[in-house]
Structure formats: structure tokens, C-alpha cells
């Protein structure tokens, strides 16, 4: 019989090596401190006593930034039930690291591309300018050439008019059709609350359209979005048994509206139980109760 399952979401840091031009983050928050690692170990030990299997995701920031951070969690949880997986950029995710990692049982990774080389460095470049995507690539293909068993979803930004960058991108992944342990998902690039928003443009729905029918290509393409409402499925922050926890051991349940006040639910207490306003968590949980699909499918949308 299965476990139930918690969802922790772990912001080792809130830094990051990338600029992306769309980012909503704000980068102030640097990795985690000893105090709050070790609040974090405590709250798994708890979770675990209460007899739950873990999902442990890391998110940031750059969570391989804080690369030791990540290693001394699984350390800890070592011996107990949980699966991990990672949203990284996959610039610092080097085969050694990579190895290591799946080792540890983070076996799920998201990587994102923007497009061709010479859009996706335009928009994705490091803190220092650099391009990025001959790096992402080259380590997608030394864990291709591995035989550990993983799983990388690939997600694909379609901006306004790149439909060309786009099917040029689609192109180069062709190479990892016959790898089932490579999926892909396109997705239309969004206005999330960042400082450049005005920047980006969207695409057209006929462009997405255009690249959805191209990207058919793929032997493994996800189709966790489309442009349907319906179609959208429960998000993570509705789920009673899903948190946050940034990497200064505040609470949240969204990662990406971080500096809403409803957002800041609480924090870890020293013995590293989570003290909780309920009132917002009651927020981000009401969809549960009244069943209403926008409130399962973005509590964040009132």
C-alpha cells in the first residue's frame, strides 16, 4: 500500500548564476544557513515519524548554486521514503554532480531552452553576459550518455515571433528522440510579475499553434499545456500537503508569487515544526472545499 505523500519544496538558495529577462525573482535572499538546514532536517524527521513518503523539490534561485546545501538534505533523509526531483537551469549540472544526485534519488529534472542558441543566450544569459546554451546542452548529453535511470523534461519558451528560433531548438532535441528517458514540453513564454515584463512578447496563438504542430516531431512531447482552460490541471499550492520553504526558512505555498503577503505563511520554529498562519493557508487550500476549478487550478487568482 502506497504511502500518502508530502510535496516539500526547497529553496536551498534564492540566488542564481542566470539573468533571465523574464524573471520575477528578486534574488536577495542568499542559501540556506546552518540553523535553517538543520530546521529543515528536523521537519523531514517529523514528516517521516508522521508516516509520510516525500516528493523533496528543489527550486530556487539556482538550487545548484547551493549544491552542498542540496547533498547535505539527502544525506539526511537517507534511509527513508522520498523521491526528488529539481527545476534547474542545468548550467551547473555537470555529469559528476549530475551522477551523484541520482544516486541520491533526485531522478526528475526540468530544464529550460528559450529557443536557438542565439536567441535562448539573449535572453538566458549568465550574471556575467555569457550564453548558456552550449553548456545546458553539453551536459544533457553526457547524462543521455549514462545509463542511470532518470527522468528530464525538457520545456520549451515560445516567445512572440521566434516561431523559426523555436523549430531550430526542436531540431537540435530530435537527438535525444530515442532516449525515453527525455520528454518535452512547449509552452508559451508568460508575463509572470518581473521588472522586464513589458519586454517580453507574447506569442500569437496561431504562433503557438504553428510550433505545436512542428514540435510533433518529438516522440515524448508532454501535453501538460495547452491553451485551454479546461485543460489546466490542479496546481500544487491548493494541496494541504504541499509547502514551501525558502532558504531563509520562511513558509510559502507559491514559488512564483514570493513577495505577495498572502504568499508568507509562516516559518520553521527552532524545533523545526512549521508555525502556520492558517488563515492564509486556508487561502491557498479553499479550492478543497468548494471545489471550484480556478481556485484547484491557481488559488493565487481571487
Known amino acids: 500500500m502506497r504511502r500518502k505523500q508530502f510535496h516539500l519544496i526547497l529553496m536551498p538558495t534564492e540566488k542564481c548564476n542566470f539573468r533571465c529577462v523574464y524573471c520575477y525573482e528578486s534574488f536577495t535572499i542568499p542559501k540556506m544557513s546552518p540553523l535553517v538546514v538543520d530546521r529543515v532536517k528536523r521537519y523531514t524527521d517529523f514528516l517521516f ?3 509520510y513518503e516525500l516528493l ?3 527550486f530556487g534561485g539556482e538550487p545548484m548554486v547551493a549544491y552542498d546545501v542540496i547533498t547535505e538534505v539527502l544525506d539526511h533523509v537517507r534511509g527513508n521514503e522520498y523521491e526528488g526531483m529539481m527545476t534547474t537551469n542545468g548550467y551547473l549540472l555537470s555529469k559528476e554532480k549530475f551522477v551523484r544526485l541520482v544516486e541520491m534519488r533526485v ?6 531552452f528559450d529557443g536557438e542558441r542565439e536567441f535562448h543566450d539573449k535572453v538566458r544569459p549568465t550574471v556575467g553576459g555569457k550564453g548558456t546554451f552550449n553548456t545546458i546542452l553539453s551536459n544533457l548529453r553526457s547524462a543521455m550518455q549514462t545509463d542511470l535511470d532518470f527522468e528530464i523534461l525538457v520545456r520549451m519558451h ?3 515571433g521566434q516561431v523559426n528560433s523555436i523549430k531550430s531548438l526542436i531540431d537540435v532535441m530530435e537527438e535525444f528522440n530515442d532516449d525515453p528517458r527525455f520528454k518535452f514540453m ?3 513564454i508568460a508575463h509572470l510579475g518581473g521588472p522586464l515584463d513589458r519586454m517580453i512578447k507574447l506569442p500569437t496563438k496561431e504562433e503557438f499553434e504553428e510550433a505545436s504542430q512542428y514540435a510533433r516531431k518529438l516522440k515524448r512531447l508532454d501535453s501538460f499545456f495547452t491553451l485551454k482552460d479546461e485543460d489546466i490541471p490542479m496546481c500544487y499550492a491548493s494541496s494541504p500537503r504541499s509547502i514551501v520553504i525558502r532558504s531563509d526558512g520562511t513558509l510559502a505555498k507559491c514559488t512564483v508569487k514570493l513577495d505577495s503577503e ?3 505563511i509562516g516559518y520553521l520554529g527552532e524545533d ?3 508555525v502556520i498562519d492558517m488563515k492564509k493557508m486556508m487561502f491557498w487550500t479553499r479550492g478543497h472545499l468548494s471545489g471550484r476549478k480556478e481556485e484547484l487550478s491557481c488559488p493565487a487568482s481571487e
Open 107 to 112: 531522478k526528475q529534472y526540468e530544464i529550460t
Open 56 to 58: 523533496i523539490e528543489f
Open 158 to 160: 515560445l516567445h512572440g
Open 186 to 188: 512547449l509552452r508559451p
Open 49 to 51: 515519524k508522521e508516516g
Open 262 to 264: 498572502v504568499n508568507k
Open 272 to 274: 523545526g515544526l512549521p
